[in-house]
C-alpha cells in the first residue's frame, strides 16, 4: 500500500468513526449544550455569576423603564415626577 493510499484510508476511518460517534454515541458536546439549554455550565461559579447578572440587568431594564416613562410622559408630569423624587 503506498503512502496516499494510507493516508486515504486514515482519513475515512476517522471521519466513518466520528459520523458514527455523533449520529449514536455520546460525544462530550451532547452533555454540554444540554447544560448550556437548561442555562447551567456545570461550573458553580459561572451558574452563580449567571445569577448575577440576570438579577442585574432585571434591574437595569427597570430602571430603562422609569427612564423612557419620564422621557415620553407631557413636561408638566415630568416636572411632578422630579419633585417628587426630590422630596424622597
Known amino acids: 500500500m503506498n503512502p496516499f ?5 486514515i482519513v475515512l476511518i ?4 466520528r459520523v458514527l460517534r455523533a449520529r449514536y454515541g455520546d460525544t462530550p458536546d451532547k452533555r454540554l449544550k444540554a447544560m448550556k439549554r437548561l442555562g447551567r455550565s456545570g461550573d458553580p461559579d459561572a451558574d452563580a455569576e449567571n445569577q448575577r447578572l440576570n438579577a442585574e440587568v ?4 427597570d430602571r430603562i423603564r422609569v427612564l423612557e416613562r419620564l422621557a415620553t410622559d407631557p413636561a408638566r408630569r415630568l416636572s411632578d415626577e422630579i419633585d417628587a423624587l426630590k422630596d424622597k
Open 5 to 9: 493510499e494510507m493516508a486515504v484510508m
Open 58 to 61: 432585571a434591574r437595569l431594564n
Open 14 to 17: 476517522i471521519t466513518v468513526g
